[in-house]
């Protein structure tokens, strides 16, 4: 009986452990290049020198990104850099952070901002976070607080906006 008890006390300590659940990345992809169209027509296309793909579908893009968007014509029309960004799967929306700056070829103007959010299924950028606005060619600077856009950036809508704008006339 005694002997019963030792081996059952024995065997009792050997119970396989289980480990941690993985939660890194299942997937990575380095120079990741993503191309949106419309119609057969390019519209934009990211770069980025590393992709992780996580088991709730989020990608992130822990490196610079590089996005330029294109007219109907497949001209770049405006190019957004920033720090890093990462895609969430449920709410279908790109974000980027960091250092974000978005140049407007045409107009020469230039966006500043800490976060911009893309929707593809919307086409809209949007973000909450403060930014500013600066036209090289007039030196004009507009500051907000949020921000609704054309995914292409053809007409911005500023939220909470105060600036310095130069008026001429008679």
């Keep these: 009986m005694v002997l019963l008890a030792v081996l059952f006390v024995a065997c009792e300590g050997k119970k396989t452990k289980e480990g941690a659940v993985y939660t890194g990345p299942i997937e990575i992809v380095n120079n990741v290049e993503i191309k949106y169209s419309e119609q057969g027509n390019i519209k934009v296309w990211m770069k980025t020198p590393r992709s992780f793909r996580y088991q709730n ?27 890093s960004g990462r895609y969430d799967q449920n709410a279908d929306v790109y974000i980027v952070k960091g250092n974000v700056r978005v140049v407007k070829s045409e107009t020469q103007e230039t966006l500043t901002t800490s976060e911009l959010n893309w929707s593809p299924r919307t086409r809209k950028v949007f973000t909450e976070k403060p930014l500013a606005v600066r036209n090289t ?34």
């Design 57 to 83: 579908e989020t990608k992130v893009f822990p490196d610079t990104i590089n996005i330029s968007f294109y007219d109907s014509l497949g001209t770049v029309v405006t190019r957004l850099r920033s720090d």
């Design 137 to 170: 060619r007039t030196s004009e600077i507009t500051n907000a607080i949020g921000m609704d856009a054309e995914q292409d950036f053809t007409r911005i809508k500023f939220r909470k906006a105060t600036g310095i704008y130069k008026f001429t006339g008679p």
